[in-house]
């Protein structure tokens, strides 16, 4: 149903954080599509994250800030492109300078982002943005809506793997098979390889396959040789987003971190169990999918969170909160 309040024909939506954020501001583009099925939605996202949207059914056009070459000689030349596309509506999902003054100097009918941005004062809509009160981060995501769409109406992120992503997985479903995606940019956010080996060795009759970017393979390779399960493949660095995705949407089950697979996961609405180690699921970022599970430690620790975003390392060198957590409680959401 198409918003009866408004009529916008350009929306520029700018979400220039990382894999997983940008998989979660897909259910934003899902909500404004929607609602505004003819409008022109162009994404502004970081350069390496593109390949998210490889034929992507309604995103007009992507806008690529290359953030590692000459950063902000290129923020000023998507300014100047900004202004001249005469958005009338920019929605910015991050509350960083930089994104700020994209939308600041747009121009548009609707700037719409977080109050605490530092270039807010432009907006001419601010939206509040609280962490750490149990609030899904997709809420927080769709409320930069309201002031376009009076619809509350909840709504998953989502990709769309193409034909030739498909193909390319065909040949490893011939038979029953879990993945697990072991590792995080964050080292107090993955679960630990032992444990993740005591897993897999008790995983029995199914087909084990380890998935993760080109930089996760020799991790992943630690993993399988430690572990004495009789049939699993080191995926890492093998399969795009888009594959990985689609992998996963036909596993019995998906093991992943608080990490960008576990958002992979519920864009496709693939079964998932989503382990929390330093992290805890009051920051908003469990899985959405119809089949999901959240797996952490049942100890009270005093150091955990040790931050949103987790640590490089254990700041007491115990890793207590993924070392503590039950591996029947990771098999419960499989044999269930």
């Known amino acids: 149903m198409q918003s009866t309040e408004l009529q916008l024909n350009k929306i520029l939506v700018i979400q ?23 409008a022109q939605i162009d994404f502004l ?53 930089s994104s700020g003054l994209l939308i600041a100097a747009s121009k548009a009918q609707y700037r719409i982002g977080y109050d605490k941005n530092p270039w807010a004062v432009m907006f001419t809509h601010r939206i509040s943005h ?13 409320s930069l809506t309201t002031p376009i769409i009076s619809d509350e109406t909840p709504q998953r992120p989502k990709l769309y793997p193409n034909k030739s992503d498909y193909q390319k997985i065909e040949s490893f479903q011939q038979s029953k098979y879990v993945c697990i995606a072991p590792t995080s940019v964050w080292y107090t956010k993955q679960h630990a390889a032992e444990k993740w080996v005591e897993l897999i060795n008790r995983l029995k009759g199914t087909t084990v396959y380890l998935l993760g970017a080109k930089g996760d393979h020799a991790a992943c390779e630690f993993i ?26 036909g596993a019995v089950m998906n093991y992943v971190n608080d990490s960008a697979p576990l958002h992979l996961a519920s864009s496709l609405n693939a079964p998932v169990t989503a382990v929390f180690c330093s992290t805890i699921p009051a920051f908003g970022f469990t899985p959405l999918s119809d089949n999901s599970s959240v797996v952490e430690t049942h100890k009270e620790l005093a150091c955990r969170p040790c931050g949103l975003h987790g640590k490089r390392s254990c700041k007491i060198g115990t890793f207590e909160c993924s070392k503590s957590i039950d591996v029947n409680d990771l098999l419960n959401s499989i044999n269930s």
């Open 16 to 38: 220039t954080a990382f894999i997983g954020d940008v998989i979660l501001a897909t259910a934003l583009l899902e909500k404004v599509h929607h609602h505004f099925p003819k």
């Open 45 to 97: 996202l970081r350069k390496g994250n593109e390949s998210l949207f490889q034929n992507h059914p309604f995103i007009n056009q992507l806008l690529i800030w290359d953030k590692t070459s000459s950063k902000y000689r290129n923020l000023y030349k998507l300014t100047a492109q900004i202004r001249r596309s005469h958005y009338d509506a920019v929605i910015n999902l991050q509350r960083f300078f």
């Open 224 to 249: 399988s040789k430690q572990s004495i399960h009789p049939s699993m493949t080191n995926l890492a660095g093998e399969l795009s987003l888009l594959q990985s995705a689609a992998l996963m949407e």
């Open 130 to 142: 609280q962490i750490g009160d149990h609030t899904h981060e997709v809420t927080r995501i769709l």
